[in-house]
């Protein structure tokens, strides 16, 4: 159990354009969900940590109207990279964790976004 | 500052050899403690956790960590390194009463196995 998968797996766009990535909990409710985002032979840098029906909550720096954060149902969240950059170019992973004041998340399978 | 410490970049061992992978965190608090594994391209498996109680716990893969509050660490280890296990690996923390799972992950360490 407690599997969360990511779509795409890998997408490449053309810069200016906007991409969704959705990150589903498969087999469990997920009230908090979390987008990450890693650099090539980086650690994970938190993004914004999106709660089931209320706005996202955006770490400093990470710019909003840029990274669009919807978790509009228990099992779905989504990461829209608005006109996209080269520079967004990245691997996205989201998380989910089980429940209300469940420490403990599982992570997607990453999405790798490449903006030309 | 509030910090989570891997001081090894990269580790080289040997296949069969025994593996030590270090993590330091620096808050008021003890946070619950994770280790995770990451291959390239891929997303993040779980190892061990630690939220109380027994200071040494169990992972899978065979994978072991000990949690000394008094170092401030969480040391991941493994008896006998096996080629599948070069990867990069990640100590995280969650910090109590924050979100639930918002995590710090430390910068990781790169572990190469040699044959």
């Known amino acids: 159990g407690a599997v969360v998968s990511q779509h795409p797996s890998w997408v490449i766009c053309k810069s200016g354009t906007s991409v969704k990535i959705e990150c589903r909990s498969l087999?469990?409710?997920?009230?908090?969900m979390f987008w990450y985002r890693q650099f090539p032979k980086q650690s994970l840098m938190l993004m914004a940590t999106s709660n089931e029906g209320s706005k996202a909550t955006y770490e400093q720096g990470v710019e909003k109207d840029k990274f669009l954060i919807n978790h509009a149902s228990l099992t779905l969240s989504t990461l829209t990279v608005t006109s996209a950059h080269p520079e967004d170019s990245s691997f996205y992973i989201c998380s989910a964790a089980r429940g209300t004041g469940s420490y403990e998340q599982y992570f997607g399978p990453g999405t790798r976004l490449t903006v030309t | 500052a509030q910090s989570v410490t891997q001081p090894d970049i990269h580790i080289t061992v040997s296949e069969g050899a025994s593996l030590e992978l270090r993590c330091n965190y620096s808050?008021?608090?003890?946070?619950?403690l994770f280790w995770y594994v990451q291959s390239p391209g891929q997303g993040l498996q779980l190892l061990l956790k630690?939220?109380?109680?027994?200071?040494l716990v169990q992972g899978i893969k065979g994978f072991e960590a000990e949690f000394k509050r008094s170092q401030s660490s969480f040391n991941l280890r493994k008896p006998s390194v096996h080629w599948s296990d070069a990867a990069e690996y990640f100590c995280a923390v969650v910090l109590f009463n924050t979100n639930a799972g918002k995590s710090t992950f430390g910068d990781g360490t790169t572990l190469t196995v040699k044959p």
């Open positions: 808050y008021g608090a003890t946070p619950y």
């Open positions: 630690y939220f109380s109680g027994d200071t």
């Open positions: 087999d469990f409710q997920a009230t908090t």
